[in-house]
C-alpha cells in the first residue's frame, strides 16, 4: 500500500458558537492543511499519484476559505469552523473530485497551530 501527502494552508479568522473560553472571541490562524490518499499500485511511470494534481484538487477547496471568516462560508455558517468540522467539509468536497482516480482518501488533518491539529477519515 502506497500513501501520498500533501499539504497546503489558508489564513483565516473564526470563532467558536457556545464555547466557553478564549475561542469564542473572533480570532485568526494559518490553518495549515494534510490529505493523505492511498493507493495499491503504481502507474507504469512508478508514480501512486500526482502530487501536483492532489494539490490542485486541495487548492480548489481551501481557496473559498482562504482570508474569509469562516463563520459566514457555507457550511461554517451553519455549523461551527472547529477544526474537526473543517476537517470533515474538506474530506467530503475532496471526495468527489478523486472519483475515479485509483486513490482513496486515508484521512484530512487540520493543524490551528504547529502543536495543535485534527486528523478526520470516517473509517
Request: hydrophobic share 35%; proline share 6%; aromatic share 10%.
Amino acid at each position: 500500500m502506497y500513501q501520498v501527502s500533501v499539504e497546503k494552508h489558508f489564513d483565516a479568522a473564526h470563532f467558536l458558537r457556545g464555547y466557553q473560553g478564549k475561542c469564542e472571541a473572533l480570532h485568526g490562524h494559518r490553518f495549515g492543511v494534510v490529505v493523505k490518499v492511498r493507493a495499491s499500485q503504481v502507474d507504469d511511470i512508478g508514480m501512486a499519484y500526482d502530487f501536483t494534481e492532489l494539490k490542485q484538487r486541495l487548492g480548489d477547496i481551501l481557496s473559498r476559505f482562504d482570508h474569509t471568516c469562516l463563520n459566514e462560508v457555507p457550511p461554517f455558517d451553519k455549523i461551527n469552523p472547529s477544526s474537526e468540522n473543517i476537517a470533515a467539509t474538506i474530506y467530503n468536497e475532496l471526495q468527489p473530485k478523486l472519483a475515479g482516480a485509483p486513490v482513496a482518501i486515508s484521512c484530512v488533518e487540520v493543524w490551528e497551530s504547529p502543536q495543535t491539529g485534527v486528523a478526520y477519515s470516517p473509517d
